[in-house]
């Protein structure tokens, strides 16, 4: 099994940043098998593709209504991804979420073998 724990969440003004963390461990995981990415759900609306990042993170993926503003990353000595979100704005308000994929850095939800239990971003106005 693999297991995924978010962190870094928090309430914030728009125009600041924060940097979202999610660390994997279990023992069938080897990051070098997994992309990884980051969905969020905001409250009332369904759960929507943030950022993706390969295994090697030379591929990258981002829903246009984060590009130039969030950053993915990786670091795979430590089983952990990043997301650098920077500009915030009240509508990135939602729970993200870090999920797990060996299908590549994929912007498609049922593609994602694992989830974790995510961490709220509130951005006030």
């Known amino acids: 099994q693999v297991q995924l724990v978010e962190s870094g969440g928090g309430l914030v003004q728009a125009g600041g940043s924060l940097r979202l963390s999610c660390a994997a461990s279990?023992?069938?995981?080897?990051?070098?098998?997994?992309?990884m990415g980051w969905f969020r759900q905001a409250p009332g609306k369904e759960r929507e593709f943030v950022s993706a990042i390969s295994w090697n993170g030379g591929i990258t993926n981002y829903a246009e209504s984060v590009k130039g503003r969030f950053t993915i990353s990786r670091d795979n000595a430590a089983n952990t991804v990043y997301l650098q979100m920077n500009s915030l704005k009240p509508e990135d308000t939602a729970v993200y979420y870090c999920a797990a994929s060996r299908r590549g850095a994929t912007m498609r939800e049922f593609e994602y073998d694992y989830w974790g239990q995510g961490t709220q971003v509130t951005v006030s106005s």
């Open positions: 279990g023992r069938t995981f080897s990051a070098n098998f997994y992309a």
